[in-house]
């Protein structure tokens, strides 16, 4: 199995924590964004989206963070991690539908300005990142873990990247002691894989 | 089964067609968004986003348009709307990803600002929804169905609302042949629900 990722990659870090959780060995081939090894054909061709992270599980290729951990869920994770019934499994996808819309264009968004240099518009996407968080913050008042499970889900694997690491997009986590007590539930799994800080936003002054 | 919707809302639309789709019976309850009855303490214990739709079957509330699809194939639609072998599991799921963030961020910002006057950035939403059209237009080149699958999924059925109404945000759909043949493929299923035109963005011409 091969994971082409970029490292500072918030969604390259959700597949990279997964495989860890659930023990995979696989091959991370690193992807040079600022070079623009994401947009060259042979790349292209395994994504036409041209973003990172893809799965190559031997020729079945799985773009998107979200399908990569649904697809190793179901292949290898057993449904603790994704589960079936229907309302667990719409709870998942709830998270996951998160995952993809606020926290892509809220903390992601608000980090891609300071780490990456993106012209996106950082007020918006910090305001966005706060709407959620007070979400969120309450959601956590009375459970665990995000889907409401007993058991950790692939929605809290899809969620912990970005959120960890808004600080570095100037999203302030200070207010939601809910979120970071859940932060910290993450990173006591066994096998968690941390994801590389950078020293932008409000990680400049740690 | 109540289904909480706005009449205009793609996300809604989403829900209603596949709840029609299934040919479930269900009660549409209509939140007037304009009026602020999705920010009600009422609406809010249901939703905290303050979003429809929300689906309640009996009891069992299900907000997030694709998680009221997942909800809906595990419990009434069987395999064929929402797989559960891996690899076209995790590629409804890439479509899905793509409803809650491209989507949502693209064709649907742009006719947020166009029929809700929403204060977005019209011209990045038109350039996003572009890119992504692009992309779908490459990959219907040679599937009938998004995800890959011989028969429609909630894949299709999440990105259809969008895309089809994108004119009304002024995304011009003239150059993506194969997308408007894919939109013509769903209107053709049985029990297709539509959703209500407005004269926004491209459609006051029309």
Known sequence: ????????????????????????DYEPIEINIRAGDNKTEQFLDLNRFGEVPV???DGVVVPDSNAILVYLAKKFGGE?????????????????????????????????????GAKLNAEE?????????????????????????????????????????APEGNVDLSAYANVRAWLRRVEALPRFFPFRKTKAGLEVEA
């Not at 990722?5 to 659930?22: M, V």
Request: charged share 20%; with cysteine; net charge neutral.
């Open 125 to 165: 996407a910090i305001d966005r990142s706060h709407a959620l968080l007070r979400v969120l913050e309450n959601e956590l008042n009375d459970r665990t873990w995000i889907a409401g499970t007993d058991k950790p889900t692939i929605a809290d694997v899809a969620l912990y990247s970005y959120i960890d690491r």
């Open 1 to 24: 199995m091969k994971l082409y990722y970029g490292p500072l990659s918030g969604h390259s870090h959700r597949a990279r924590l997964f495989l860890s959780l659930l023990g995979l």
């Open 80 to 116: 603790d991690w994704s589960p079936d019934d229907p309302v667990a499994a719409a709870s998942v996808q709830r998270w996951l539908s998160v995952a993809a819309g606020k926290v892509a264009y809220g903390p992601c968004a608000a980090r891609l300005v300071t780490v990456f």
């Open 55 to 57: 799965l190559d599980d």
